[in-house]
């Protein structure tokens, strides 16, 4: 009699273990799915805000860096390259007349020594 009620209590526990395991997988694969589904749209929505808000963000800072760049080019040659030619030139002119004015004064130290 208690061989037989033992018999039975595991019969009950296993076939409650067998339901417990298939909703338990049933589950499991429910959350997987949402799992899945919500990871897609996050790459899509990642995606999209790539393409929708940084490239073009992208594209107009590429273009200012462009722009600079030309605007620096501009300076350099129109500006900054003829003031230096001319600052060199001065300096050319200055060294040459203080040589033939004798006032070359470059080696001597100051203070007789």
Request: charged residues 20%; aromatic residues 4%.
């Given at each position: ?25 049933a589950a ?66 200055r060294r ?18």
């Amino acid at each position: 009699m208690v061989l037989s009620a033992l018999t039975s209590v595991r019969d009950v526990v296993l076939v409650v273990w067998g339901v417990l395991s298939i909703v338990l997988l049933a589950a499991l694969l429910v959350v997987t799915i949402v799992l899945g589904v919500t990871i897609k749209r996050l790459v899509e929505s990642v995606n999209r805000t790539l393409h929708e808000g940084v490239m073009p963000m992208l594209e107009s800072a590429k273009e200012t860096v462009d722009t600079v760049s030309g605007t620096t080019r501009y300076v350099s040659d129109a500006l900054v390259n003829p003031i230096i030619r001319a600052s060199a030139a001065l300096a050319g002119a200055r060294r040459f007349t203080s040589s033939l004015l004798g006032f070359g004064g470059r080696g001597k130290k100051k203070g007789g020594r």
